[in-house]
């Protein structure tokens, strides 16, 4: 803040002095630098329940309720620490971790120190605390979107969602905060959880490192269940074991930052406006297949947070 008001001062001065336009962007230049170094040194983690090692099921493991839902947060508390641990080794020193799961999946007691947590948004939402004083974005804990075969626990924002298109492309949970990322021009450079979202992920953001920690092994993509039914569907998985899962995300967010600072090739998603975001309702509660729509004409997280009217799906 008294950096800024030094430099207004400063150009305020120059510019009557008559030679504003040099100094100006000489000071506009190192501005920029300071910004952009900063910006490389911060982080911003996203982090969700269902794609971390050793959580097996919703049920028991992701609501207040289940009887291990305490010990899956400090599964996906040490697995987030392990990403900072990576990140840290190749030079980042601030670091946002957004509690994105529903209920809450971070024990803020088990958190790095280096860490800031962001929970409980006021609406609207998006982009859960992300900026563009970040200069890249992450993820951990990731499920793959909702219809993915092989995929643990996979949904989109709940298992009441059948799909969310995006000008025509499916996307997930990942999908969605990359289209932020991209609209605030934030790289999103890596991303943990199952096998079928790494899938996912380096399919939206080729070059993207990722980490699988465990692999979804229920075959089809369960269209003809309702809500319910998806719910319980995606159950059977293979982990890895979590200190093993840590290690290999701690080495691969490691890898993803010193990549990302040699190679600007990836991490900003392709979408062009105007956007189209389509929603589409498995069945549920009495109610048939129902249909969503919003646009927005050049805003990716205007239209994230646009309400969305929903009728019947005729099929
Ligand atoms: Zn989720």
């Given at each position: 803040?008294s950096?800024?008001?030094?430099?207004?001062?400063?150009?305020?001065?120059?510019?009557?002095?008559?030679?504003?336009?040099?100094l100006?962007?000489?000071?506009?230049?190192?501005d920029?630098?300071?910004?952009?170094?900063?910006?490389?040194?911060?982080?911003?983690?996203?982090?969700?329940?269902?794609?971390?090692?050793?959580?097996?099921?919703?049920?028991n493991?992701?609501?207040?309720?289940g009887?291990?839902?305490?010990?899956?947060?400090?599964?996906?508390?040490?697995?987030?620490?392990?990403?900072?641990?990576?990140?840290?080794?190749?030079?980042?020193?601030?670091?946002?971790?957004?509690?994105?799961?529903?209920?809450?999946?971070?024990n803020?007691?088990?958190?790095?120190?280096?860490?800031?947590?962001?929970?409980?948004?006021?609406?609207?939402?998006?982009?859960?605390?992300?900026?563009?004083?970040?200069?890249?974005?992450?993820?951990?804990?990731?499920?793959?979107?909702?219809?993915?075969?092989?995929?643990h626990?996979?949904?989109?924002?709940?298992?009441?969602?059948?799909?969310?298109?995006?000008?025509?492309?499916?996307?997930?949970?990942?999908?969605?905060?990359?289209?932020?990322?991209?609209?605030?021009g934030?790289?999103?450079?890596?991303?943990?959880?199952?096998?079928?979202?790494?899938?996912?992920?380096?399919?939206?953001l080729?070059?993207?490192?990722?980490?699988?920690?465990?692999r979804?092994?229920?075959?089809?993509?369960?269209?003809?269940?309702?809500?319910?039914?998806?719910?319980?569907?995606?159950?059977?998985?293979i982990?890895?074991?979590?200190q093993r899962?840590?290690?290999?995300?701690?080495?691969?967010?490691?890898?993803?930052?010193?990549?990302a600072?040699?190679?600007?090739?990836?991490?900003?998603?392709?979408?062009?406006?105007?956007?189209?975001?389509?929603?589409?309702?498995?069945?549920?509660?009495?109610?048939p297949?129902?249909?969503?729509?919003?646009?927005?004409?050049?805003?990716?997280?205007?239209?994230?947070?646009?309400?969305?009217?929903?009728?019947?799906?005729?099929?």
């Amino acid at each position: 803040m008294s950096q800024q008001l030094t430099r207004r001062k400063f150009l305020k001065t120059s510019a009557a002095l008559g030679w504003g336009i040099t100094l100006s962007s000489v000071a506009r230049a190192a501005d920029a630098k300071a910004a952009s170094s900063k910006r490389g040194k911060r982080v911003y983690i996203m982090t969700d329940t269902e794609g971390v090692a050793g959580i097996l099921d919703s049920e028991n493991w992701c609501k207040p309720e289940g009887r291990y839902y305490d010990l899956g947060k400090e599964l996906l508390t040490a697995e987030v620490n392990a990403a900072i641990a990576g990140f840290a080794r190749a030079g980042a020193t601030e670091f946002l971790v957004a509690d994105g799961h529903g209920h809450g999946g971070i024990n803020p007691k088990l958190l790095d120190p280096r860490a800031e947590l962001a929970r409980n948004w006021s609406p609207p939402p998006y982009p859960f605390s992300l900026d563009d004083s970040f200069g890249y974005v992450a993820c951990v804990g990731q499920h793959a979107m909702s219809r993915t075969e092989h995929a643990h626990l996979a949904h989109t924002g709940s298992f009441g969602v059948f799909e969310t298109t995006i000008n025509g492309t499916a996307v997930g949970e990942f999908g969605e905060m990359a289209l932020c990322a991209m609209q605030l021009g934030v790289r999103y450079i890596f991303g943990s959880g199952d096998l079928a979202f790494t899938k996912e992920a380096q399919a939206l953001l080729p070059g993207i490192e990722t980490v699988a920690v465990k692999r979804g092994t229920t075959p089809g993509r369960g269209d003809e269940c309702d809500r319910d039914a998806y719910a319980k569907r995606n159950l059977a998985a293979i982990h890895a074991q979590p200190q093993r899962a840590r290690a290999m995300i701690a080495a691969g967010a490691e890898r993803a930052l010193r990549r990302a600072k040699s190679d600007a090739s990836f991490g900003i998603l392709t979408l062009k406006p105007p956007f189209e975001r389509v929603t589409i309702l498995r069945r549920q509660a009495g109610q048939p297949k129902r249909i969503g729509r919003s646009n927005h004409p050049g805003d990716g997280i205007a239209l994230m947070n646009a309400p969305m009217k929903y009728e019947v799906l005729k099929e």
